[in-house]
């Protein structure tokens, strides 16, 4: 006997992903978990969703967000180095310049 059809949808609802957040958690390097756990989502549906959004996979689109994290924070490391800040600048001084602590 054949069903008749009642005008609701049937299956699962489509997540809505809010995409200012998850790019967010990239930026600022949060792991795939932390990004399903905040936006309350399986990571096997933030892969999927992510290929529609994006044409690519999460670690692809992972990587091009977060280096505007990385870009950020050495902007601010800078910033403070132009202000003073004494241990940003040795700090800085031993990353780009070869500088080290004197051993002897």
Not at 76 to 92: H, S, T
Request: proline share 4%; hydrophobic share 35%; net charge positive.
């Amino acid at each position: 006997m054949a069903r008749k059809p009642t005008g609701r949808p049937t299956g699962r609802p489509k997540r809505v992903i809010d995409w200012q957040k998850s790019e967010f958690g990239c930026q600022i390097n949060a792991t795939k978990k932390e990004i399903c756990k905040w936006l309350n989502i399986h990571d096997d549906t933030l892969e999927k969703y992510i290929k529609v959004q994006y044409g690519e996979g999460f670690a692809v689109v992972y990587k091009k967000l977060s280096v505007d994290g990385i870009i950020s924070i050495r902007r601010m490391q800078f910033k403070k180095a132009q202000e003073g800040n004494v241990p940003m600048l040795i700090w800085l001084g031993k990353q780009y310049l070869g500088q080290s602590e004197n051993t002897n």
